[in-house]
């Protein structure tokens, strides 16, 4: 609680941009401590420079963080922070539609709906998360999508855009 506060009292006099509290976050996204980390992330894209490729690799990078509220929070952010079409966030992404925790994949398929280079590869992540959360449809719609579950590894491999197969 002390170092959250005294981090949190850095960023507001200082803000996020400053070197040395960017040091001291970036630092911090390696942090023991699970809230830390969360929090150190979420300064950090609270206030960034566009396409900010450091913040955006770091994020990247955190999609493999082993508490799920960081995962979720970086793959939110990268919607913000990264490129269209970068390869490298866009296959981390997809390889978070695999994830066990059905928010990470929501997530990331947010993020990829947010970054697809192609209006066709948004309508691709559009109906692989239908096909993978029937819960937003109606009874039937949802019944039709979970018995053809088994179609998921050939939609899946159709969502990853050209560049990055």
Not at 43 to 48: A, K
Not at 85 to 95: F, I
Not at 101 to 117: F, G, N, V, W
């Amino acid at each position: 609680e002390i170092r959250r506060a005294a981090v949190s009292a850095l960023v507001r006099v200082t803000g996020a941009r400053d070197p040395t509290t960017r040091a001291v976050l970036l630092a911090l996204v390696d942090d023991d401590d699970a809230d830390m980390r969360w929090a150190a992330v979420c300064w950090l894209g609270h206030d960034f420079h566009p396409s900010d490729s450091e913040l955006a690799e770091l994020l990247v990078d955190r999609l493999e963080d082993p508490d799920p509220h960081v995962r979720r929070v970086c793959a939110g952010l990268l919607a913000q922070v990264a490129d269209p079409g970068d390869a490298q966030c866009l296959r981390a992404l997809a390889a978070g539609l695999e994830h066990l925790d059905p928010t990470i994949r929501s997530a990331c398929a947010e993020t990829l709906h947010t970054l697809a280079p192609l209006q066709s590869d948004k309508g691709k992540v559009a109906l692989w998360r239908m096909h993978c959360d029937p819960s937003g449809l109606d009874q039937q719609e949802g019944h039709a999508i979970r018995e053809r579950r088994g179609e998921h590894n050939s939609l899946r491999a159709a969502l990853r855009p050209k560049a990055i197969r």
